[in-house]
Nanobody, 126 residues
């Protein structure tokens, strides 16, 4: 059974940093894509960052470029999202997910992803 468990969320002030972790278990495919998404109350879920596990390529939403970094630790089956210079508009529930079939044109679209974690909440105060 595939499981994704996020952690690392919390409350910070504007300009602060957090590092989210996503531990994957029960999944053995090695050329999938891992993504981080977020959903604020009343808004659609949006893609934040993605990483191709096979070659390490990374992709970011324009809203987080230069502030967020997605990395992987294959030995621990963990994907991280380092979030710096946080803003109040970054406040949301953050989810990690696995996509098995994807392209560079849709790797930040929720509909492409097959497995999801339960989320971890990030709150940024001004």
């Amino acid at each position: 059974q595939v499981q994704l468990v996020e952690s690392g969320g919390g409350s910070v002030q504007t300009g602060g940093s957090l590092r989210l972790s996503c531990v994957v278990s029960g999944y053995t495919y090695t050329r999938h894509c891992m993504g981080w998404f977020r959903q604020a109350p009343g808004k659609d879920r949006e893609g934040v960052a993605a990483i191709y596990i096979g070659d390490g390529s990374t992709y970011y939403a324009d809203s987080v470029k230069g502030r967020f970094t997605i990395t992987q630790d294959s030995a621990d089956n963990t994907v991280y999202l380092q979030m710096n210079s946080l803003k109040p508009e970054d406040t949301a529930m953050y989810y990690c997910a696995i996509a098995e079939s994807y392209t560079i044109y849709d790797n930040l679209l929720p509909r492409v992803y097959n497995y999801w974690g339960q989320g971890t909440h990030v709150s940024v105060s001004s």
